[in-house]
């Protein structure tokens, strides 16, 4: 019986699919490399607007992240490990997006930050072969594509936690309201206290409303930080909630 076990464990594990990855995945790597090769040596000044103009050619920086894997990484997939040939290819596309960077022209393209991470990723692989004078170029060019995104990403979050704040604060003040009105906060005893004896019985659940909206916004609301933000007339709550 043990002996049959292991006889059909062998031949499941026999029949399992072998695993392509990551080999198929060097394998295309140096296909794309071998179009890229192609294409630049055909158009030696070319430009990433003409580059990527051709359909299919878009995010062209992506192959000098390719180029870096090949020339790094060891794998038997992987004949180019060492290959100078793939670290000078590397280098150059890294060379022209810095160019773009310092002419102001790579910032412009579309979703360029997917470029940006993938030059970043070359710059970790290569920081060693870069040479003193092309590190600091590339990392100053890199850098500075970074803080805008940075800039960009904090105001984005400051502008969404603004906007949430004003719907937290609504939310909070009609529950309160809602509560004051129609439990804590009503009876004739109270109807005196906030519109005095000669106040109508009509007037009384506006007048508990104006109350209740100061008390609420004008303490618990009124915080600035990082997450509060003061809500504009607070006399006009009307309007508010």
Known sequence: MRISLLLLSASLAGAQPHNPLPARYYQLMEQGIARAEQRLAAEPSA???SLEAQPGWTHFPSATLAAAVLYTKAHLANSHRGDTKMLQLALKIGDSLAHEQEAGTYGTRLDHHRDTYM????YRLLEQDLGKE??????RAITVDIDEMAADTAYRQTAGLSALSVAVHRHIAQSLFAVGVHGLS?????????????GSES?????????????????AFERRSDHWIRLPD?????RIL
Do not use: C, D, N, Y
């Open 47 to 49: 430009t990433l607007a």
């Open 186 to 198: 009503g009876g004739k005893s109270f109807r005196q206290q906030r519109v005095g004896k000669t």
């Open 203 to 219: 007037a009384a659940p506006l007048r508990r409303r104006g109350a209740i909206a100061r008390r609420v916004l004008g303490r």
């Open 234 to 238: 607070l006399h006009g709550h009307r």
């Open 119 to 122: 030059w970043l990723e070359t």
């Open 134 to 139: 092309r590190r600091e170029r590339w990392r």
